[in-house]
């Protein structure tokens, strides 16, 4: 449900996104080019755009690099979250997150539920914060794509959405840095 509050400034925010694929190219990324129209035609910039191969050593180097550059507030990625030997970027999620967002996986699958079914139990989509950057890992379909970034991030990253959003926090995401 939207609730943009068009009295409110919006403020774009530097979003990075991943393909994690074996065999995605920039010829074939779907999903990937159907998440980078997404977030500029919400008005944000697209920090970078990347394909990384199904490994969780060089997803955990690419999630530390967008982590580190402060030209990154969110990354997305696309891909790798399911159940066989070769999704593991839940894995290399774990190893840099400092907090979970685990409403975001929790409705990701509700609002997949909806349109596929049981089949969603299959999905470890999920999100959180390292660093003061966002990270959300949604699944490789053109489809859950779709629906991770119409149905929720569009939202979550709109500074006018009420009654709350990511975005009026990100001041506040490195306060236990300041201690």
């Not at 995605?24 to 755009?49: F, K």
């Not at 990384?52 to 967008?66: N, V």
Request: aromatic fraction near 6%; include cysteine; charge should be negative.
């Amino acid at each position: 449900m939207s609730r943009i509050d068009e009295s409110r400034a919006f403020l774009p925010v530097r979003i990075a996104i991943a393909t994690i694929s074996d065999t995605r190219t920039a010829e074939n990324d779907t999903s990937g080019d159907a998440l980078a129209a997404r977030v500029t035609a919400a008005g944000h910039e697209l920090a970078a755009r990347a394909i990384i191969k199904d490994d969780a050593g060089l997803i955990e180097t690419a999630l530390r690099g967008w982590i580190a550059d402060p030209a990154v507030d969110v990354v997305i990625t696309t891909g790798g979250t399911g159940v066989t030997g070769r999704d593991v970027t839940p894995e290399a999620f774990e190893r840099v997150l400092e907090k979970k967002i685990e409403g975001f996986g929790e409705l990701f699958r509700m609002l997949s539920y909806a349109k596929i079914g049981t089949s969603t139990m299959q999905s470890r989509a999920l999100g959180g914060v390292a660093n003061g950057t966002y990270l959300f890992a949604l699944p490789g379909s053109t489809g859950a794509v779709k629906d991770g970034w119409d149905d929720i991030l569009r939202f979550q990253l709109d500074s006018r959405h009420r009654p709350c959003n990511l975005v009026e926090l990100m001041p506040r995401l490195k306060e236990h840095f300041k201690a």
